[in-house]
């Protein structure tokens, strides 16, 4: 039971490069998340999808794009890296339609942007 | 956007010591959860809390839904080492109309376990 699966795990940019995350959910969730991570700032959406064909911007969604490729994976696309996107990147899934069980979360992509 | 105020930052306990965090909202919440994220992992639920007054139990975790529902406690017994992480609370605010499963994060608190 791989849950929540993210790749790369470690991966450092230089200032203006691209890069896409990957993040594949087997459990037939409905709905996908991600979220970054800094310190003392918690946990902020950047973008997510409700549903397979629908994505929509969270809290934070400047220098990010996003797919949502099927039902089992959504991706994270930084057109040009900046040094301010240093963070650790989390994908999480959840069943559609209420908050009420929570997600769960993929174990990170570290990025470094230099 | 919304944020979730949570307290303390930080804890640095003894071993076997009780602790206790709290997670404040400005406005009504439906759903409290809790989650641990140990050293390079993602976040894990530890418990959810769906009405005001209840109080749910995890082995040696409790948490507790607030009575005004802007309030969130997680309460750890008796700590040991692998008990060290980051705690968060997460929750769903009440105007959201429980359609949607967006929740909002705490900013989390750090413990650490000295054995």
């Known amino acids: 039971n791989a849950g929540v699966t993210q790749t790369p795990k470690f991966q450092v940019l230089k200032t203006g490069q691209s890069m896409t995350l990957q993040c594949a959910q087997d459990m037939n969730h409905n709905s996908m998340y991600w979220y970054r991570q800094d310190p003392g700032m918690g946990l902020r959406l950047i973008y997510y999808?409700?549903?397979?064909?629908?994505?929509d911007k969270g809290e934070v969604p400047n220098g990010y794009n996003v797919s949502r490729l099927n039902k089992r994976e959504f991706s994270l696309r930084l057109e040009s890296a900046a040094p301010s996107q240093t963070s650790v990147y989390f994908c999480?899934?959840?069943?559609?339609?209420?908050?009420?069980?929570?997600?769960?979360f993929g174990s990170g992509t570290r990025l470094t942007v230099v | 956007g919304q944020q979730l105020n949570q307290s303390p930052q930080s804890m640095f306990i003894q071993e076997g010591e009780d602790v206790s965090m709290n997670c404040t909202s400005s406005?009504?919440?439906?759903?409290w959860l809790w989650y641990k994220q140990d050293p390079g992992e993602g976040p894990v639920l530890l418990i959810a809390?769906?009405?005001?007054?209840e109080l749910t139990s995890n082995g040696r975790l409790t948490a507790q839904f607030g009575i005004t529902r802007k309030d969130s406690f997680l309460n750890i017994s008796a700590s040991i080492p692998s008990d060290v992480g980051i705690y968060f609370c997460a929750g769903q605010p009440d105007h959201y109309g429980g359609a949607t499963n967006k929740l909002i994060f705490g900013t989390g608190t750090l413990l650490a376990v000295q054995p």
């Open positions: 999480a899934s959840s069943v559609a339609g209420t908050a009420n069980y929570g997600y769960t």
């Open positions: 406005s009504i919440f439906n759903t």
């Open positions: 999808s409700a549903s397979e064909g629908t994505t």
């Open positions: 809390l769906y009405k005001a007054g």
